[in-house]
């Protein structure tokens, strides 16, 4: 870290913008089992009319067509204006952060799936397998070439001697960070939605959120990996609770509003309604999980080592 070049900056800044602009089209066509090479140019999803180049350009376009469709006049989600944005931002965080080395290319990587997997679950409660597949193979090969430097490559070296030379031995050992991260990621999601399966009798996580733990699992390692499924795990409570919250309130102010009712019966039915909505309401924790995940990789091992000294 420290002063950033700026071709370094600048370079970051414009792959950001591409790649946020493909990332665009997985995000819309990967859950609706289209491929994302073929056809080469997007479509208004209204209109149907294919977008010219000049209509095509990230951030730039939107902007200058104020959100809409230049054909048909139809909106057009900011969702693309803020991918676009968030991954140029990341990539450059990336650059700053890890500099002119293989470890930004690895978690300039790891960031655009993440964004992409996090808008995905949240608009379709989907986790395609061409996203967190593709990302579990590409952690595992990025740990023979970016140290993990996890449980692995601390304590194996002091109890197992490999016949091989120090440099081809740590990459092993990175190599078994990774896959014991994405063993360990898994096997605690999968483990946690069995649990509330059982006690709930509905199931609470899909096997998309499995691979995505094994994917976050083999970039990170064992100890960034529980870090981010304990503080995801937080940021979903939190989440639901105050989704529970302003139902209950906005339900009470309704019924004491247009149904005239005692504000002791207000609250009661309110909060009814508040319990019917977390019963049923499907909350997408891939949205959590690659949020907490984008901060572990940042800010997890500080976090850690400040957690251990305080003990």
């Given at each position: 870290m420290g002063t950033m070049d700026p071709f370094l900056a600048?370079?970051?800044?414009?792959?950001?913008?591409?790649?946020?602009?493909?990332?665009?089209?997985?995000?819309?066509?990967?859950?609706?089992?289209?491929?994302?090479?073929?056809?080469r140019r997007s479509s208004c999803p209204n209109c149907k009319q294919q977008i010219a180049f000049y209509d095509n350009?990230?951030?730039?376009?939107?902007?200058f067509l104020r959100g809409r469709c230049r054909k048909c006049n139809a909106l057009i989600s900011p969702r693309?204006?803020?991918?676009?944005?968030?991954t140029a931002i990341l990539f450059l965080a990336c650059a700053w952060y890890f500099g002119m080395t293989l470890a930004t290319i690895k978690y300039c990587a790891l960031a655009f799936l993440l964004l992409g997997l996090i808008f995905t679950d949240a608009e379709?409660?989907?986790l395609p397998d061409k996203m967190t597949l593709t990302g579990l193979a590409l952690g595992i090969v990025f740990s023979l070439f970016v140290p993990v430097n996890d449980l692995a490559a601390q304590f194996l070296p002091d109890v197992v001697s490999l016949p091989v030379s120090s440099d081809i031995s740590s990459r092993l050992l990175s190599l078994a960070d990774s896959l014991l991260g994405a063993l360990v990621g898994a096997s605690f999601i999968y483990g946690a939605g069995a649990i509330y399966l059982r006690a709930r009798g509905v199931e609470g996580m899909g096997f998309g959120d499995?691979?995505?733990?094994?994917?976050?699992?083999?970039?990170?390692?064992?100890?960034?990996?529980?870090?981010?499924?304990f503080t995801a795990s937080i940021a979903g409570s939190l989440f639901g609770v105050s989704s529970i919250l302003m139902v209950w309130i906005k339900r009470k102010r309704r019924f004491v509003e247009r149904r005239h009712l005692s504000l002791r019966e207000a609250r009661q039915?309110?909060?009814?309604?508040?319990?019917?909505?977390?019963?049923?309401?499907?909350?997408?924790?891939?949205?959590?999980?690659?949020?907490?995940?984008?901060?572990?990789?940042f800010f997890?091992?500080?976090?850690l080592a400040w957690y251990w000294r305080l003990l």
């Open positions: 600048s370079a970051s800044v414009v792959l950001g913008l591409v790649f946020g602009s493909f990332l665009n089209v997985c995000i819309y066509r990967l859950p609706r089992d289209l491929s994302v090479l073929r056809p350009l990230p951030v730039l376009s939107w902007l693309y204006l803020l991918v676009e944005v968030l379709t409660k989907l499995v691979k995505l733990m094994a994917m976050i699992g083999a970039f990170l390692g064992v100890k960034l990996t529980i870090f981010t499924i039915r309110a909060w009814h309604s508040a319990q019917t909505m977390y019963r049923h309401y499907e909350m997408p924790f891939g949205v959590f999980l690659g949020s907490m995940a984008m901060v572990a990789f997890g091992k500080q976090f």
